[in-house]
């Protein structure tokens, strides 16, 4: 009903920039939050940043200064400019929506795209 498709992870040198994208179709009333999260190899999923409807932002401490996410809400699109990438920032990365599918009620949906390889690396 909806799906999540990420674009644009990939290699990069440590120091180098990275932007990624997701777009949200389907069934869509509107998106409450969109954002990211990152999954390393043997590490719990985490939260790299969100945005609200409202326009406020959350960023976990160790991305603070260095990713920004942005959302164009025409194209119901989430960005995330990845800018002093480190080693540690290799992940599968993971679009997120909170989404409410129609008119009838204010139910919130949970969302996740498949994921986008993030690799840093010299």
């Known amino acids: 009903q909806v799906q999540l498709v990420e674009s644009g992870g990939g290699l990069v040198q440590p120091g180098g920039s990275l932007r990624l994208s997701c777009a949200a179709s389907?069934?869509?009333?509107?998106?409450?939050?969109m954002g990211w999260f990152r999954q390393a190899p043997g590490k719990q999923r985490e939260l790299v940043a969100t945005l609200n409807s409202d326009g406020n932002t959350r960023y976990a401490d160790s991305v603070k200064g260095r990713f920004t996410v942005s959302r164009d809400n025409a194209k119901n699109t989430v960005y995330l400019q990845m800018n002093s990438l480190k080693f540690e920032d290799t992940a599968v990365y993971l679009c997120?929506?909170?989404?409410?599918?129609?008119?009838?009620?204010?139910?919130?949906?949970?969302?996740w795209g498949q994921g986008t390889q993030v690799t840093v690396s010299s």
């Open positions: 389907g069934s869509i009333f509107s998106i409450y939050i």
């Open positions: 997120y929506a909170a989404i409410r599918r129609d008119s009838a009620g204010a139910v919130l949906y949970n969302y």
